[in-house]
């Protein structure tokens, strides 16, 4: 007698979970990934022109608007750590970190309600920016920065796009903690009609007594 095969499992990633995957959730990545396109596009020419025409260390604005030069200007620098210069020579970490933010964004984006928007914006920004910084890291080994305010640290394209990216998150959480609220308190009995309520129904009974 011949030994009972044992039943075939089905995959979890066959190709018609795949297809299925796709098929609804094509238009969730597409956005983000032109999210991604237009910032991380904007953030590298900007960075190429800077490289191109800007001595590294040296500051730069139209003649036309010389007059910012003490409160915006255009620098050259690079840095080999987080966002807006902290935690130099951490590129190696940051770029390990970068790869695990962005896999992690696209891993969570279907997780994420379409209602939710401001959510999805939000993670589109802080892909964008993870993804920008990245290609610079794996290039060059450094992040090259430009946009210098004040006496702000220096920063770019990229990394705005990440500081956007939290602070829409967090004024999205505000705003549905806030509309919760407001719906918790418009269901929620009314102490005075109640107290009204009983005190009616106790003329009610001293009548009938």
């Not at 022109?49 to 139209?62: E, I």
Request: charged share 15%; proline share 4%; aromatic share 12%.
């Amino acid at each position: 007698m011949d030994a009972p095969k044992p039943a075939k499992q089905t995959g979890q990633f066959n190709l018609e979970s795949i297809a299925n995957f796709i098929k609804n959730y094509w238009t969730d990545y597409l956005i983000t990934f032109l999210i991604a396109a237009v910032i991380v596009g904007a953030d590298q020419w900007a960075k190429v022109l800077v490289r191109a025409n800007v001595p590294l260390g040296g500051d730069w604005l139209p003649k036309g608007l010389a007059w910012l030069m003490p409160y915006a200007r255009i620098r050259y620098w690079y840095n080999s750590g987080a966002a807006f210069g902290i935690f130099q020579n951490g590129n190696l970490v940051f770029t390990i970190l970068a790869i695990i933010v962005a896999c992690a964004i696209l891993y969570f984006l279907p997780r994420t309600s379409r209602k939710d928007w401001w959510l999805r914006l939000a993670l589109g920004l802080q892909f964008s920016g993870a993804v920008g910084n990245l290609v610079d890291r794996l290039q060059f080994g450094h992040v090259t920065d430009w946009i210098s305010v004040g006496n702000f640290a220096i920063f770019n394209i990229a990394d705005a796009s990440i500081s956007v990216g939290v602070a829409v998150l967090v004024l999205g959480v505000w705003i549905n903690e806030m509309a919760d609220k407001r719906r918790l308190a418009a269901t929620a009995p009314d102490p005075a009609a109640s107290h009204e309520e009983v005190h009616v129904s106790n003329e009610d009974e001293g009548k009938s007594e």
